[in-house]
């Protein structure tokens, strides 16, 4: 049987960046934007932060390290990078009204780029003399937990064991529900979403709404990239490490129908099912079954794709016009 | 508009329509300018100078014979990718499964290497081999097509899924026939004995290339000259028209598919039968979906996509030059690439919209020049009616798309 309180807390660590670009991408898309750049987002706020641990290491070799700034300094660099990359995305798809699907493949081509050349190259181009990037110090800070969890027993293990970030993934995330749900705010972003031209005639500015909503959509899907690296990966960064998570956080917001707080549940499902190739017993002679059961996510995710529209609930359907550009004198 | 406001600087106007020669002109500018920034890019990220990027480029694609070779192919490959997606881009199913259809292709052909080769004569295992990888291709097309057909699934994210669920199988089989065992890789099969290797045009690279023409030239007059292209349009265009004109687009759907996945699995076994005679996970290398950039690129168009293909293997080749000179990552190729995709998906505004400036008078972009402005200028009444223009101008727009 399956170590429950060692296998939860692992699962949960791989939840949280699905858990912030599932929620990054529900409010995205709400505004009626399909953000398939979400990949390269997260590597892109991944990779920013890392830039920003990196030039402050660099800077207190042989100091000490302050813990606001140790903190602060990735935290920013990476949601301005994520912020940069929001700004694109709107500014071609909504400004320049371009089709959404190959604005955000290309997205995705160029920041997961832009993650592994810097991953690559910033050693180089820094021009430091260490061997790899390895940000341990940094991560030290981000993976700090409360100093009484580990006294608390399988409590402390399951609850209290991670670090900041993963804290402000499910805060976001039931905040993010809240407010889609009961403030005016949240109730006029989705009328752009169902029907941007009602919402115009409504008085509601359709391309301010999408902006900020994508741009703040990818802000949070960015802290996925960097909770990765900063929390999960110990400050190590390897190119194509972070893998596929974006693509399974937007099919996330399928399966969580459109809610954050259904997120949060379903993320740590997929985090579980993520890991649970390494405790499904498959003997020494037999590696490559291991192959077989990482699978298990992407056809679990399937399933759901085709259950989902099979009952076809009319609560369960995606914005009405998501994807589609918005031009008032389109009639 | 409010009254006391006074208009915005400039609105927005649909173009009826650019001719052609100018939207080509677009398109060249937008990448003129695309290929300046990569070029400021390249200069900070590694200090060379500009003169020595652009030449290292051409010295990546173009540097020796077989570098053009190379690139060729590669083109080819890329292409062949795009041209199979395209019917399905034309019915509006965003196909971003080439990938794992690339790579389920490629498996079937290694299977037959592997298992088959020496036990069967070469030109049955040859013909084996074409029908496991365009069968499986079709195969992981259909999947997802018969999902979207019958319950209208997001087809997107299902091709995505089924590109993960291949690349599993393939890692799968790659542990199960690794050679030798722990290496975690097959290694060049039937390196001694060729079986099942397809056979050399003229040298190794003519065969991909001879059937990328070929297959462009089938996409070509299928899209455009056959009962199915003129299906596949209709579905594309309105389901509902499509229902009426007694158009079952569930099975136009699920058959599209089947051509495109078909055509994927084709590129699998060029890959491994063909050039690399071996198969890991990254064999398709990403090119699904840069493939689907490539068919949008060039509109659809299939002969238009053999220049957009060239030009994103030009300048990742180019990239991956500059790169390796200057011991840096081969994922700048990635970055140019985006650069490049950025500055065309954005002119695409500039052929489709024209900007109206308050004066009234209709400024149009430098490119655009005389002949839209000649039909505009109907339109036009005076610079002081200035409501009545815009009212008439919106009329129209809306005059043509109604007809349309």
């Known amino acids: 049987m399956i170590d429950l309180v060692a296998f939860i807390p692992r699962a949960v660590g791989q939840s949280i960046p699905l858990l912030f670009g599932c929620t990054g991408e529900i409010i995205t898309e709400k505004s009626g934007n399909l953000n398939l750049g979400i990949p390269g987002v997260m590597y892109v706020g991944g990779i920013c932060g890392v830039i920003g641990a990196f030039a402050y290491e660099q800077a207190t070799r042989n100091g000490e390290m302050v813990g606001v700034l140790a903190i602060g300094i990735p935290l920013l660099c990476s949601l301005l990078g994520s912020l940069l990359m929001g700004l694109l995305y709107c500014f071609l798809t909504v400004t320049l009204r371009a089709n959404q699907n190959v604005t955000g493949l290309a997205m995705t081509t160029f920041g997961v780029g832009f993650g592994n050349f810097f991953g690559g190259s910033l050693i180089k181009l820094s021009g430091s003399d260490v061997p790899t990037i390895a940000l341990s110090r940094t991560s030290a800070y981000f993976s700090k937990s409360l100093p009484f969890a580990s006294n608390l027993g399988w409590f402390g293990k399951l609850f209290l064991s991670y670090g900041f970030l993963a804290y402000i993934a499910f805060i976001v995330a039931i905040y993010a529900g809240f407010a889609l749900k009961k403030t005016r705010m949240g109730l006029h972003l989705r009328a752009v979403g169902e029907n941007p031209a009602t919402a115009d005639a409504a008085g509601i500015s359709v391309t301010a709404y999408k902006y900020i909503a994508t741009c703040v959509g990818c802000m949070i899907a960015g802290l996925g990239g960097l909770y990765y690296v900063m929390d999960y990966a110990s400050g190590i960064w390897s190119n194509d490490a972070f893998g596929d998570r974006g693509w399974l956080a937007i099919a996330l917001v399928i399966f969580c129908i459109w809610k954050p707080g259904i997120g949060i549940i379903a993320s740590i499902l997929f985090g579980g099912l993520y890991i649970i190739y390494l405790y499904i017993p498959a003997g020494m002679d037999h590696m490559e079954l291991k192959e077989l059961y990482k699978v298990i996510p992407y056809v679990v995710t399937l399933i759901v794709l085709v259950v989902t529209s099979m009952r076809n609930k009319r609560d369960a359907q995606p914005p009405a016009s998501l994807g589609l550009p918005y031009f008032r004198e389109e009639r | ?404």
Not at chain 2, 312 to 338: P, R
Request: net charge neutral; glycine share 10%.
């Open chain 2, 1 to 404: 508009m409010k009254s006391k406001n006074s208009e915005p600087l400039f609105h927005i106007v649909k173009r009826k329509s650019m001719p052609m020669k100018n939207q080509m002109l677009v398109r060249l500018l937008a990448i003129a300018a695309a290929v300046i920034v990569c070029a400021i890019v390249t200069v900070i990220t590694t200090g060379m100078n500009p003169l020595s990027v652009f030449v290292a480029v051409f010295e990546g694609a173009f540097g020796s014979a077989r570098k053009i070779w190379i690139t060729l192919q590669d083109t080819a490959i890329l292409l062949i990718i795009a041209l199979a997606l395209t019917p399905a881009f034309n019915m509006k199913f965003w196909n971003i499964g080439g990938e794992g259809q690339v790579l389920i292709g490629g498996l079937g052909a290694a299977a037959c290497m592997i298992e088959l080769g020496d036990k069967i004569p070469d030109p049955l295992l040859v013909l084996l081999m074409f029908i496991s990888s365009v069968g499986l291709g079709a195969l992981w097309g259909a999947i997802p097509a018969l999902f979207k057909a019958k319950w209208n699934t997001n087809e997107t994210l299902a091709t995505l899924m089924m590109n993960y669920i291949a690349i599993q199988i393939v890692a799968f089989f790659t542990i199960y026939w690794e050679v030798p065992k722990g290496s975690g890789k097959i290694g060049i099969i039937n390196q001694t004995t060729n079986a099942g290797w397809l056979m050399q045009v003229g040298n190794k690279y003519m065969l991909t290339i001879i059937i990328s023409v070929l297959v462009m030239v089938g996409t070509y007059i299928y899209l455009k000259y056959t009962k199915h292209g003129y299906e596949v349009s209709v579905v594309g265009e309105s389901e509902m028209t499509a229902r009426y004109a007694g158009i079952r687009s569930g099975v136009v759907i699920v058959r599209t598919m089947i051509i495109s996945g078909a055509l994927c699995g084709l590129v699998g076994l060029l890959l491994v039968g063909g050039i690399h005679h071996t198969i890991t996970t990254t064999i398709a290398g990403g090119q699904g979906f840069t493939a689907v950039m490539v068919s949008w690129l060039a509109q659809f168009q299939p002969f238009a996509m053999a220049g957009a293909a060239f030009l994103i293997i030009f300048l990742s080749h180019g990239a991956a030059e500059i790169s390796t000179s200057c011991g840096l990552n081969q994922s700048f190729g990635d970055i140019i690439t985006g650069i490049i995709l950025f500055f065309i998906i954005g002119c695409e505004f500039f052929i489709r919209y024209q900007l109206v400036f308050r004066s009234g008078a209709h400024v149009q972009m430098e490119i655009t020049n005389v002949q839209t402005e000649v039909s505009d200028e109907q339109t036009e009444v005076t610079d002081t009616k200035l409501g009545v223009t815009t009212a008439q101008t919106e009329d129209s727009n809306g005059k043509e798309e109604a007809n349309q």
